[in-house]
Every structure is written in structure tokens, then in C-alpha cells.
């Protein structure tokens, strides 16, 4: 009996779930194939480089589901570091970067939590929003936010990669590129 009751609240921490995701979407199946450019994730965390971190993970995620010409914007627009200001014009920069160098799709967003939390266990935690815009007319086509956290022993990085897996595990690519 104690063990089925110990069973019982071990399924009912994990259902209870240390994540939360959702996204929206048209019916549309995105070209895997077409030109597609990473945008600056902005950084609204007190951890610097959070959006590049992101950016690393989300790159590599999106190649896994199919999108095979995909470029970052130039590291000379790059300014991760505590949110300010001035993050808003480079993410604009990098749009007009992306138009001219005539790319389909540009995937942003922001980070929004990425820290071990404070107290004896120090679990990672990560919450964040990505869109996928139509660069031929600014349109957002796709997006999706979460947040997810890990147990004590899990590290930041493979909380996020999980995350961001999720997040875009719901795009709808379409190409011949395995996955």
C-alpha cells in the first residue's frame, strides 16, 4: 500500500509537470527549403549571453526539423548583454539585414528566464518566445512560448535545448531534408 501511494505521488509531481508551452500556428507548411535567417533572441534576463545562448540551441534545433539554408545575422549586430534600449534597434537592423540579403523566413524572440533558481537544490529554470516572420511581408506565421525547469542535477543547457525542442517540434516544415 505504501508503495503504490509513493508511486501515486511520484506520477502526480512528474504530471504535475515542471513545464508549461503553447504556440500558434497557421495551416501552413513552411518551406524548409527557402532562405531562412536567424534574428537576435533579446535578452530580458539579468544572465548575459542568454540570447545567444538560445540563438545556438534554436539554430541547431531548426536544422534537425528540416530547415536547410539557414543563416545568422552578423555578429557585428550582436549587443547581448542586460537588456537595454538599444536591443530593440538591433533586432530592427538585423530585419533589414535579412531583407537584403533576401531571405523567406526569420525566426526571433526573446528569453525571458535562464538561471540555476536560488535555494538549496539550484534547479534550472528557462522560459522564452520564438516567431517565425514572412520577410516578404513582415508577417508573424508561427509562434510559441514556454518555460521549463529541471531538477537539481539537470544542467541550464539541457533544460533549454529540451524547451526549444518543444517550442518548434509544433513548426510545420516541409522539406526533403531528413530529420
Not at 534574428?39 to 530580458?44: S, V
Not at 536591443?87 to 538561471?115: I, L, N, P
Not at 522560459?127 to 542535477?153: C, F, H, P, Y
Request: with cysteine; net charge negative; charged share 20%.
Amino acid at each position: 500500500m505504501i508503495m503504490k501511494q509513493l508511486l501515486i505521488f511520484l506520477l502526480a509531481m512528474v504530471a504535475a509537470g515542471c513545464s508549461t508551452t503553447s504556440s500558434i500556428s497557421g495551416n501552413a507548411t513552411l518551406d524548409g527549403n527557402a532562405k531562412w535567417v536567424l534574428l537576435p533572441l533579446e535578452n530580458h534576463t539579468d544572465t548575459s549571453q542568454a540570447g545567444l545562448s538560445a540563438e545556438a540551441i534554436a539554430m541547431h534545433v531548426l536544422r534537425l526539423h528540416g530547415v536547410v539554408n539557414i543563416a545568422k545575422y552578423p555578429a557585428t549586430l550582436s549587443r547581448d548583454t542586460l537588456f537595454e534600449p538599444s536591443e530593440r534597434k538591433v533586432v530592427d537592423e538585423a530585419r533589414k539585414w535579412a531583407h537584403e540579403q533576401g531571405a523567406r523566413y526569420g525566426v526571433t524572440g526573446s528569453v525571458e528566464e535562464w538561471h540555476y533558481k536560488v535555494g538549496i537544490d539550484g534547479e534550472p529554470a528557462v522560459g522564452l518566445s520564438l516567431q517565425v516572420i514572412d520577410l516578404a511581408n513582415d508577417q508573424v506565421v508561427w509562434s510559441a512560448s514556454g518555460a521549463e525547469s529541471g531538477w537539481s542535477r539537470d544542467a541550464l543547457s539541457g533544460v533549454a535545448n529540451k524547451l526549444i525542442k518543444k517550442l518548434l517540434g509544433d513548426l510545420n516544415i516541409g522539406s526533403t531534408a531528413a530529420h
